[in-house]
């Protein structure tokens, strides 16, 4: 293969804003008679002619890399600030960033507030091979952090802000600490996104996201990734995936790069929404708790001011039960009964449902689509009124 190195208009795209960086990161240099993005290279095996495998970039095999795979994690590699796998879902990606730095006996340190796969494959995968995983609220892993509680871990995994909850912790105090235990830092990055937070700047060894969420943003395909500034993780990473095999073929990452070109301007609506849903259902008596760390008062505030990057389109809150969710869901127009986040869609998913979450039966999470914000606004308005 004799494909650009990729690296943003055949740069670095560092300077640039959020809009620029969004299309342009990762593209290859133009050339003449090329399309403006490399189109998707769909190939399991490549032809190995005389070389020997893996021989000066050649493609061997599409399971280890292939070029469409390349252009893709340089983009999002670019707008994370570090070196990036792609894998075929965010919980690979969160499983690759697990299990690749752990083994037999050593202690892992979890949130126990964050998402609830991530607390499953720690229960019923890591703890069947004699790892230890300990589950820290993401209020209280500062407060572990400087007490010196964290020595002896070979990780900690953060999630901030957390899901659904949307607390806040500080990733580089956190990251000190770990930095002093000797362990490995790693950040699910996904509310934020890459362009919301950049733990990797903060201290954090690796970032890990879904970008089934909003990265990707339409609700129609599964990836995640993990992204690294330390050659001998990526390396280490970089095995783990090849050996168990969790890497997006040629169209997911095809139509990932594609998704993500429009990331600024779908959080730019979607937190603009959100602002005022935040306002609107902190404003109505038939709501209580509402979340949104960029609101003013929110217990959160402070910190996502500070470590946080720009907003985002989740709100949290909750109504009196359960009935009280599907009344709101019956009346509203906009607002779709379905689980995940960050997608064109305005969402409602009532957390409990699912199990897990240690939440309130009428705890919910609400995802701000790109529909105008007024007819967001009115629609829920309404329904709020007829509950
Ligand atoms: C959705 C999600 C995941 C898992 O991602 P999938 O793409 O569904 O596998 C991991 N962490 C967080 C915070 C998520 O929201």
Redesign the pocket.
């Known amino acids: 293969m004799t494909d650009a190195t990729p690296g943003g208009a055949g740069g670095s795209v560092r300077g640039w804003g959020d809009g620029t960086r969004s299309v342009r990161a990762g593209e290859p240099a133009p050339q003449p008679g090329a399309p403006l993005r490399p189109s998707p290279v769909f190939a399991a095996p490549y032809h190995l002619g005389d070389l020997p495998p893996r021989s000066g970039g050649a493609d061997a095999y599409a399971r280890t890399e292939h070029p469409t795979l390349r252009v893709f994690e340089a983009a999002v590699g670019e707008l994370d600030g570090g070196r990036c796998l792609s894998f075929a879902?965010?919980?690979?990606a969160?499983s690759a960033a697990v299990l690749a730095v752990t083994g037999a006996g050593d202690r892992v340190v979890l949130p126990a507030d964050?998402?609830y796969?991530?607390r499953l494959l720690a229960r019923e995968e890591l703890e069947r091979f004699g790892v230890r995983v300990e589950y820290v609220p993401t209020l209280e892993i500062e407060e572990v952090a400087a007490r010196g509680d964290l020595a002896g871990a070979a990780l900690v995994v953060l999630?901030t802000p957390s899901?659904p909850q949307l607390d806040v912790c500080d990733i580089a105090a956190v990251a000190r600490a770990t930095r002093a235990a000797g362990a490995v830092l790693a950040v699910?990055n996904?509310?934020a996104t890459p362009l919301g937070q950049r733990p990797l700047d903060l201290g954090a060894d690796l970032t890990v996201g879904?970008?089934?969420?909003a990265l990707t943003g339409h609700s129609d395909l599964?990836?995640?990734h993990v992204s690294t500034t330390d050659d001998r993780l990526y390396a280490r990473l970089k095995a783990f995936r090849d050996h168990t095999g969790g890497t997006p073929g040629a169209f997911e990452a095809w139509l990932g790069h594609r998704s993500m070109s429009t990331l600024d301007l779908r959080l730019a609506r979607q937190a603009a929404t959100a602002a005022a849903v935040a306002e609107l259902l902190a404003a109505h008596p038939a709501v209580t708790g509402v979340r949104w760390p960029w609101r003013a008062g929110d217990p959160s505030a402070r910190l996502a001011a500070r470590q946080m990057l720009r907003p985002n389109g989740v709100v949290s809150a909750e109504l009196a039960d359960e009935a009280a969710v599907g009344r709101l869901l019956a009346a509203s127009r906009l607002w779709t009964a379905a689980t995940?986040?960050g997608g064109v869609h305005s969402t409602l998913d009532r957390r409990a449902q699912w199990g897990g979450d240690a939440v309130p039966a009428g705890f919910v999470r609400l995802s701000c689509g790109i529909e105008d914000t007024a007819d967001l606004v009115a629609d829920l308005a309404a329904a709020l009124d007829a509950l």
């Not at 879902?89 to 690979?92: L, V, W």
């Not at 879904?210 to 969420?213: A, I, M, V």
């Open positions: 879902t965010g919980m690979a969160v964050g998402y796969t991530t999630e899901n699910d996904t509310t879904s970008d089934t969420k599964l990836l995640g995940s986040f």
